[in-house]
T-cell receptor, first 116, second 113 residues
Framework: EDQVTQSPEALRLQEGESSSLNCSYT??????LFWYRQDPGKGPEFLFT???AGEEKEKERLKATLTKKESFLHITAPKPEDSATYLC?????FGAGGLRGSRLTFGEGTQLTVNP | KAGVTQTPRYLIKTRGQQVTLSCSPI?????VSWYQQTPGQGLQFLFE???????NKGNFPGRFSGRQFSNSRSEMNVSTLELGDSALYLC????????????FGPGTRLTVL
């Protein structure tokens, strides 16, 4: 069974204080690892997809990295508007037959608060 | 390009009733997935549709069902509502079945009294 564990559950930072969020996973046949950002009362917003160990992607103050067992989301010099819950999800082939779907298995998320 | 839209955004129902939620995927996207989000369980996969066929289903009781139409729009139905069905129901669309990024809608907040 696919499993995703995120840590810490909550993180409080001062504006400008860099840090990292962790996502550990167990999956059979990883097709992709995804990072989403979710604001209260809204749907998850796509950030990054990582496909293979060693891959890195950056977007503004965010950088995502991937190893064979975990992924990190590095936040450099965060601002208050970066406050949100960050969700990690893994995607693996699911189902049988010629057209196999890909469900996402999510972690519980890290609730990030950045104080001014 | 318009994103995923879901209607209604909020619903209040009582136990025993049934409810239908609607999802319109991003234009050109043919795969639609549904997820349930609760504070205790997080985001959990309900089912996935492609070409009007349910391709995959999560571990939810038969009270949860769905369908997809020829224009890729999807509906999900929950019958005989229980208090524990109160949740944010999220729809996500992707270009094809089994391909990478799923883009989420804003969700429908269902409250069961």
């Amino acid at each position: 069974e696919d499993q995703v564990t995120q840590s810490p559950e909550a993180l409080r930072l001062q504006e400008g204080e860099s840090s990292s969020l962790n996502c550990s996973y167990t999956v059979s046949g990883l097709r992709g690892l995804f990072w989403y950002r979710q604001d209260p009362g809204k749907g998850p917003e796509f950030l990054f997809t990582l496909y293979s160990a060693g891959e890195e992607k950056e977007k503004e103050r965010l950088k995502a990295t991937l190893t064979k067992k975990e992924s990190f989301l590095h936040i450099t010099a965060p601002k208050p508007e970066d406050s949100a819950t960050y969700l990690c999800a893994v995607q693996a082939p699911f189902g049988a037959g010629g057209l196999r779907g890909s469900r996402l298995t999510f972690g519980e998320g890290t609730q990030l608060t950045v104080n001014p | 390009k318009a994103g995923v839209t879901q209607t209604p955004r909020y619903l209040i129902k009582t136990r025993g009733q049934q409810v239908t939620l609607s999802c319109s995927p991003i234009s050109g996207h043919r795969s639609v997935s549904w997820y349930q989000q609760t504070p205790g369980q997080g985001l959990q996969f309900l089912f996935e549709y492609f070409s009007e066929t349910q391709r995959n289903k999560g571990n939810f009781p038969g009270r949860f069902s769905g369908r997809q139409f020829s224009n890729s729009r999807s509906e999900m139905n929950v019958s005989t509502l229980e208090l524990g069905d109160s949740a944010l129901y999220l729809c996500a669309s992707s270009l094809l079945l089994g391909t990478d990024t799923q883009y989420f809608g804003p969700g429908t907040r269902l409250t069961v009294l």
